[in-house]
């Protein structure tokens, strides 16, 4: 607590008031201000508490589903756990040595997983992986078109504000070739997909070639 809120609390209870009790003098916490007092040295007390209490409590607040995302009416049980997503890529040149990762992913029978924004320590979280290299980087800053929205859903898996992907997905990743020589650079794709709950891990590698750069499946 601020030391000054505490000492103001402290010096009204020798009185036997409270900082909401100052009633019974006709007085208010917020209304100091008729006597030239303030609480914390503002004239304006209760302009200033007012606009802390506003600052304090303007955080949005993740709505929350009627019911969660396990049991949408949308999932197709076979579907969902036999042919869940596609997840294709590519690379796009969009300057000198600078380049664009587009990957897309399509999702059937109503699955979904976690999205990269999401800001809870989901194990199974969209992420995208390399090997640690000093020929190509990639930027940390992505798009997610759609971008995806955050809720509080009621899950014992989650009970929590997640971020859930359950539509047609594209993502861009800036990458920069820091290296003239040829070269091949492994990654993957991680991700949980749901309701099936499973961890994939889909392989790629990353070739420069002669000055070109593309993306190929790995171990496939």
Avoid at 29 to 48: C, D, E, I, P
Avoid at 92 to 110: D, E, P, R, S
Avoid at 112 to 131: E, L, N, R
């Amino acid at each position: 607590m601020n030391k000054r809120i505490l000492i103001f609390c402290t010096v009204l209870s020798a009185f036997g008031l409270s900082a909401f009790g100052l009633s019974a003098f006709g007085l208010s916490a917020f209304g100091l201000s008729a006597f030239g007092l303030s609480a914390f040295g503002y004239q304006n007390w209760g302009h200033a508490a007012t606009a802390q209490a506003a600052a304090t409590c303007s955080k949005p607040v993740a709505p929350t589903q009627q019911e969660s995302m396990y049991y949408s009416p949308l999932i197709d049980a076979e579907i969902a756990l036999n042919d869940p997503y596609e997840l294709t890529y590519t690379v796009v040149q969009t300057g000198a040595n600078q380049y664009k990762l587009v990957t897309n992913m399509q999702l059937f029978g109503g699955s979904f997983y976690v999205s990269p924004h999401a800001t809870a320590d989901f194990k199974g979280k969209f992420t995208i992986k390399m090997d640690d290299n000093d020929h190509l980087k990639m930027g940390a800053d992505f798009l997610e078109i759609p971008r995806s929205k955050e809720v509080f859903d009621p899950h014992p898996f989650v009970n929590g504000p997640v971020n859930w992907v359950q539509e047609d997905t594209q993502y861009e990743h800036q990458l920069t070739v820091t290296f003239s020589e040829d070269f091949e650079v492994r990654g993957k794709f991680v991700f949980t997909i749901e309701p099936k709950c499973t961890l994939e891990q889909i392989p790629f590698v990353i070739k420069f070639k002669s000055g070109v750069l593309r993306i190929e499946k790995w171990m496939c």
